[in-house]
T-cell receptor, first 111, second 112 residues
Framework: DQQVKQNSPSLSVQEGRISILNCDYT??????FLWYKKYPAEGPTFLIS?????DKNEDGRFTVFLNKSAKHLSLHIVPSQPGDSAVYFC??????????FGTGTSLTVIP | DSGVTQTPKHLITATGQRVTLRCSPR?????VYWYQQSLDQGLQFLIQ???????AKGNILERFSAQQFPDLHSELNLSSLELGDSALYFC???????????FGPGTRLLVL
């Protein structure tokens, strides 16, 4: 049972434009959400997180939006850079319990 | 570099065999997690340890087992290996179960 879903396996964006990666979840008990970035041959690295008490968290070029009523979160990257090309995983947890990961979206930023 | 180390980096073995994957968490982290990533799949949570004790169990097969030692390093044992066990196995650690996980580089297992 996939509790966290990333329905877009891949996304291509022109350099300088906005990249929007989407994630849906089914468990209303999740209260903490994270995005991880993964380059080939490396482990995932933490990118940004958001607590369920917020609807937006920003860190430089990266912003995560949370819509609890829709059980949806998104990651915005502005402006996109070629170095952002990677696989992005969203994850969710009910704090202190198991983390659930999506299947990932492969982002390609075209120079 | 996340500070989490995993050995070996690559492992090739045959069906029916048994292997042990090792993970050393970041200094000071008490929680260790194991994940499996098969081709075109997301990260599947296997098991979590906190300060030596099993805390949560996910989709871990009975052929698989893990433990966390007093020095906090962890081992994942995979036995009676099947072709479908070929995957990337990641270890992650965090200071506590509520905090962000930091991932190791993974062990790529190929079962022939």
């Amino acid at each position: 049972d996939q509790q966290v879903k990333q329905n877009s396996p891949s996304l291509s964006v022109q350099e300088g434009r906005i990249s929007i990666l989407n994630c849906d979840y089914t468990n209303s008990m999740f209260d903490y959400f994270l995005w991880y970035k993964k380059y080939p041959a490396e482990g995932p690295t933490f990118l940004i997180s958001i607590s369920s008490i917020k609807d937006k968290n920003e860190d430089g070029r990266f912003t995560v939006f949370l819509n609890k009523s829709a059980k949806h979160l998104s990651l915005h990257i502005v402006p996109s850079q070629p170095g952002d090309s990677a696989v992005y995983f969203c994850a969710a947890t009910n704090t202190g319990n198991q983390f659930y990961f999506g299947t990932g979206t492969s982002l390609t930023v075209i120079p | 570099d996340s500070g989490v180390t995993q050995t070996p980096k690559h492992l090739i073995t045959a069906t029916g065999q048994r292997v042990t994957l090792r993970c050393s968490p970041r200094s000071g982290d008490l929680s260790v997690y194991w994940y499996q990533q098969s081709l075109d799949q997301g990260l599947q949570f296997l098991i979590q340890y906190y300060n030596g004790e099993e805390r949560a169990k996910g989709n871990i097969l009975e052929r698989f087992s893990a433990q966390q030692f007093p020095d906090l390093h962890s081992e994942l044992n995979l036995s009676s290996l099947e072709l479908g066990d070929s995957a990337l196995y990641f270890c992650a650690s965090s200071a506590s179960p509520e905090e962000t996980q930091y991932f190791g580089p993974g062990t790529r297992l190929l079962v022939l």
